[in-house]
């Protein structure tokens, strides 16, 4: 990829959102284009930014995680999904994936396992493309 991987923020809480915007700050071929605070936010700055990933929180007002990223499929073409959420479990994993996300990291893993996880999630788009 030649231009930087476009990222829209999406968690209910302004200090986790801030601090993960400082985090890939520093990484050159990252950029955080907008952030949301629910899911139904989430599907509006999608549509109006068409990041290539979507860092969205599993648990959040208005409309959870979940059903947003099952939403995102619906946009052409759809971003990557990587659910961020601090119920690492099973079954949380299965709903997420079973809505389209690509990849789950725990938010106790954030630092070096996620910015891989959006660059497999960017990559992951090209290889599908026709």
């Known amino acids: ?34 952030e949301a605070a629910d899911g139904g936010s989430a ?3 999608a549509a109006r930014t068409r990041p290539d990933v979507v860092l969205m929180d599993v648990e959040m007002p208005v409309m959870d995680g979940i ?8 946009l052409a073409p759809a ?3 990587v659910m961020l959420s ?8 299965d709903r997420a994936r079973a809505a389209g996300a690509v990849d789950f990291v725990a938010k ?3 630092d070096r ?3 891989d996880a959006i660059r ?4 992951r788009g090209i290889e599908d493309a026709p």
Do not use: F, W, Y
């Open 43 to 45: 599907l509006e700055a």
């Open 120 to 123: 497999a999630a960017a990559n």
């Open 1 to 34: 990829m030649n231009r930087p991987i476009r990222i829209l923020l999406v968690d209910d809480q302004p200090s986790i959102r801030r601090g993960l915007r400082m985090r890939l700050g520093l990484e050159p071929d990252l950029d955080v284009v907008a």
């Open 79 to 81: 971003p990557a999904v």
């Open 67 to 74: 059903t947003a990223t099952s939403h995102l499929a619906g």
């Open 86 to 93: 601090l119920h690492d479990d099973l079954d949380t994993r």
């Open 113 to 115: 396992v996620l910015t």
């Open 108 to 110: 106790h893993q954030i």
